[in-house]
């Protein structure tokens, strides 16, 4: 018998808007450090990611900034809609994402979140803000590439 698909598989929030706005680098995964209230809206209602980011503070840990978990009516206590949530990461990754930022003048944009195993976790990306020109410059591309399909998908039939 299949096994049925569990709403963990699925995404939570996808940020769509990223991959146009920025050169997407390596990606990360990190856990996050929820509330129960959290959690519950995160199942039900979803969160929303476009705005979010991640700051890395002088201690030495990581927050996701700017990414909006809702309130439920009937919860029986809340939670800020956003604020800060700390990340879960291993020393070595806070390492390696420091120096990219320091040295490279990189930012750290959130992907997506999911559930991967009932744990809330978002993904992120080193990533490079782009011009305008830059934006173009992918939007010539992406046309490009839908015409050349179109055009093997009329040539097959």
């Known amino acids: 018998m299949a096994k049925a698909k569990t709403k963990d598989s699925a995404n939570v929030a996808v940020n769509r808007r990223a991959g146009f706005d920025y050169d997407l ?27 979010a980011w ?11 900034r700017d990414m909006r978990i809702p ?3 009937h919860a029986a206590f809340g939670h800020a ?6 990340l879960l990461l291993h020393r070595a ?4 994402l420091r120096g990219a930022i320091e040295r490279d003048g990189m930012t750290l944009i959130v992907t997506r979140c999911y559930f ?13 803000g782009r ?11 992406r046309e490009t590439e839908r015409e050349a399909r179109q055009a093997m998908r009329r040539g097959r039939g």
């Open 93 to 96: 990754e806070l390492d390696t």
């Open 25 to 51: 680098g390596d990606r990360y995964e990190a856990g996050l450090s929820l509330i129960g209230s959290e959690v519950r809206s995160l199942r039900v209602q979803g969160a929303d990611v476009s705005a």
């Open 71 to 73: 309130h439920l009516n």
């Open 131 to 141: 011009k305008k020109v830059d934006k173009r410059g992918a939007i010539r591309e």
């Open 116 to 128: 991967k195993d009932g744990r809330a976790k978002i993904e992120f990306a080193l990533a490079r």
């Open 81 to 86: 809609e956003t604020r800060a949530r700390k």
């Open 54 to 64: 991640v700051d890395l503070d002088p201690r030495g840990e990581a927050w996701v």
